[in-house]
């Protein structure tokens, strides 16, 4: 590489229960810049899961942080052409983007979701992701499948 690798943005942790972690879902979450609205859904959210949740052990916090943890990709497929074809060959991932993928795929599903604003669905779905069920894990699922099946092309990889 001719540039020099940029440097890593320091993400202020969140007022509620600072992790950064969480900021960066929240920004993930921002539509249009609106960033204490975003702060606002997700804290409801929160609220949500907590008020469902009152027998179990775990806080609200740590349901998110499941839900995170088994919405992550471990492997995913990339495309390379070799002599004419295409390979999808699989690749691990690390870290950074396994979190950023999980999160995305959280924030994509929740959206899609059925429910009466953004606040329930994103709980409906952090929810169900930390029990291993919702769109979020079957797509990593999906995704693990995909590379498993093409496990024979991984020497390909780089």
Known sequence: MRKRKPKVRVIAPDPRYGDP????F?????LSGKK????????????KIKGRIEAEEFDEHEVWKRALSNAMPQVEVRSKRIGGATF???TEIRAKRKMSIGMKWLIKFSRARSGKGMAEKLSAELLAASRNEGMAVKRKEE???????????????R
């Open 21 to 24: 972690v969480v900021t960066q």
């Open 26 to 30: 929240v920004n993930m979450l921002m």
């Open 36 to 47: 204490s609205t975003a702060f606002r859904v997700f804290y409801e959210a929160m609220d």
């Open 88 to 90: 999808q060959i699989p």
């Open 143 to 157: 995704t693990h499948k995909m590379a498993e099946s093409n496990r024979a092309f991984a020497h390909y990889g």
